[in-house]
């Protein structure tokens, strides 16, 4: 990894191969997790997840090569193992982009490729744009807009294709008009509890009804540091959602724009049957950054899909 004074934590790993994590403490009291994973002088990359909420996991170095990269996984504000768990104070997509360059400057990394998807991708535009020297490329997976009809997608059509996972959701916060539903959930899920964690079980188990229906819902487990967990992500996601991600559509197409303006490019791939996302995303990015190459699969959302998992090792042995 370039770096012309490393951090006094590499100096423990005489090898060249690295599998480490820690702490960096920011703005808000909030403490921010950072993974590192393979070749020290590797192609630097970060990882940016998704949700708005979800956290990094090791699966996520799957695409890639990691004795031509270091992986840098970032758990974003009260997401994952950041801590405090699930905490918004503070926590907006300025936050956000002000903690991956944080984390950048820290590593002593001067470019770094920058994949995200679902949210990670927006997220990783939202950073190009602010951040254009920094970015070497990027790589985007099932591309989220943070759009009203992305959040519909989730939380009010999904009613129509499963709604004995909708129903069970929507009557446990007590919401019979769906468009009431994502306010009463930020609501509901303010305060620790068993009620909460069982909302957040629900909500997970709408997701998982769209994005894996052939796998059965998880049963509610007794209140664990494990359904907290799940509060926190789902207080964290509708934070985000009821606010559209704290990105309007023009400051995000801006973005872009500056990205591309500054000889930024790389590749988006998306999921044709994605039921979150719509294709069109990838016609809405190439309007704005027509550097970025797109690719179409025979996927939905999730990366570990083989047509997304092999699509996305492809692009990562071009970089």
């Not at 699966?59 to 270091?70: G, I, T, Y």
């Not at 992305?150 to 129903?167: F, G, I, M």
């Not at 008009?177 to 899920?189: E, G, K, M, S």
């Not at 190459?293 to 042995?317: F, G, I």
Request: aromatic content about 8%.
């Amino acid at each position: 990894m370039p770096n012309s004074s490393p951090p006094s934590h590499y100096r423990e790993y005489p090898d060249q191969h690295i599998s480490q994590q820690f702490y960096l403490p920011s703005v808000g009291s909030h403490r921010i997790f950072v993974r590192l994973l393979g070749h020290r002088d590797g192609q630097a990359m970060v990882a940016l997840h998704g949700g708005p909420g979800s956290g990094c996991n090791d699966a996520m170095a799957a695409p890639f090569d990691l004795e031509r990269f270091l992986l840098v996984m970032i758990d974003q504000r009260g997401c994952g193992r950041s801590r405090p768990q699930g905490r918004v104070h503070q926590n907006t997509t300025a936050w956000l982009i002000r903690d991956i360059e944080t984390v950048r400057r820290y590593l002593g990394i001067p470019r770094w490729h920058v994949y995200g998807g679902s949210w990670g991708a927006s997220l990783a535009l939202a950073y190009a744009g602010a951040h254009p020297g920094a970015v070497q490329s990027l790589l985007l997976r099932s591309l989220f807009l943070a759009t009203p009809n992305e959040v519909r997608n989730l939380l009010y059509r999904s009613r129509y294709r499963h709604p004995k996972a909708w129903q069970h959701l929507s009557s446990l916060v007590n919401a019979s008009d769906p468009t009431a539903l994502l306010a009463a959930i930020y609501d509901q899920l303010q305060s620790p509890g068993p009620y909460a964690g069982a909302i957040a079980n629900a909500y997970s188990n709408l997701e998982r009804a769209l994005l894996l229906p052939h796998k059965p819902p998880r049963p509610l487990a007794p209140s664990t540091p494990k359904t907290e967990r799940l509060r926190g992500k789902y207080h964290i996601q509708s934070h985000y959602l009821m606010r559209n991600c704290f990105m309007s559509s023009d400051y995000l197409a801006a973005q872009a724009r500056r990205a591309y303006e500054h000889g930024i490019g790389g590749v988006a791939i998306h999921g044709r049957h994605d039921p979150l996302c719509p294709p069109s995303n990838l016609t809405w990015l190439t309007r704005h950054m027509p550097s970025m190459q797109t690719q179409l699969v025979d996927a939905k959302h999730l990366a570990h899909e083989p047509a997304m998992h092999r699509a996305l090792q492809e692009a990562a042995r071009q970089l």
